[in-house]
């Protein structure tokens, strides 16, 4: 439901999530790994995989911007999840894209300093854990790209409907 950009009925965004993650944290472990050791190769794996991660990053923005920008409807809390969602990896993608600029800058360096690298790359994950929290949430609260039966669908739109509504008191009930 709701997901514009498929392959084969399957939604392409949840598909391409799992790259830029899996680059980002062996970002992070690399250069930690380089901090602690001074190994030349560490350095160089880990920005090449902070590359492979903003790069597989902005691949699997495109669908899910898709995704939110045409598929969920306007008011709802899908919507406002998928942009708190869109932000925070958006902040994350800027921590790695510094940190890979930088990585390409000291290259041929003897031996670079990775602070600046390890302090950017854990500041990228600090917005990716909470970014991958709300992009479950849409998965498994707001069903996005979830294809529903009938009755599910009966059922969801009938709770899309009620989410807009503020509810309702009774005439007991006080304000809070």
Not at 95 to 112: D, K, Q
Not at 147 to 167: K, N, S
Request: glycine fraction near 8%; proline fraction near 6%; hydrophobic fraction near 50%.
């Amino acid at each position: 439901m709701y997901s514009k950009v498929k392959i084969m009925g399957h939604s392409v965004h949840p598909m391409l999530v799992a790259f830029p993650v899996a680059f980002y944290t062996a970002t992070l472990v690399a250069f930690i790994v380089y901090g602690a050791s001074d190994n030349a190769f560490w350095y160089r794996f880990a920005a090449v995989c902070n590359w492979a991660g903003v790069i597989t990053a902005v691949v699997a923005a495109l669908p899910g911007f898709i995704d939110w920008s045409a598929g969920i409807p306007k008011g709802t809390r899908a919507r406002s999840t998928g942009a708190r969602h869109m932000v925070l990896n958006v902040l994350a993608l800027a921590a790695f894209t510094i940190s890979g600029i930088l990585a390409i800058m000291r290259w041929g360096t003897e031996a670079p300093a990775a602070g600046s690298h390890i302090v950017l790359a854990a500041i990228g994950m600090a917005f990716t854990l909470p970014a991958g929290f709300l992009g479950w949430a849409l998965v498994q609260k707001h069903h996005v790209g979830v294809d529903l039966t009938p009755e599910q669908e009966r059922l969801e739109h009938g709770a899309r409907v009620e989410e807009l509504r503020p509810p309702l008191r009774t005439p007991t009930e006080q304000p809070t």
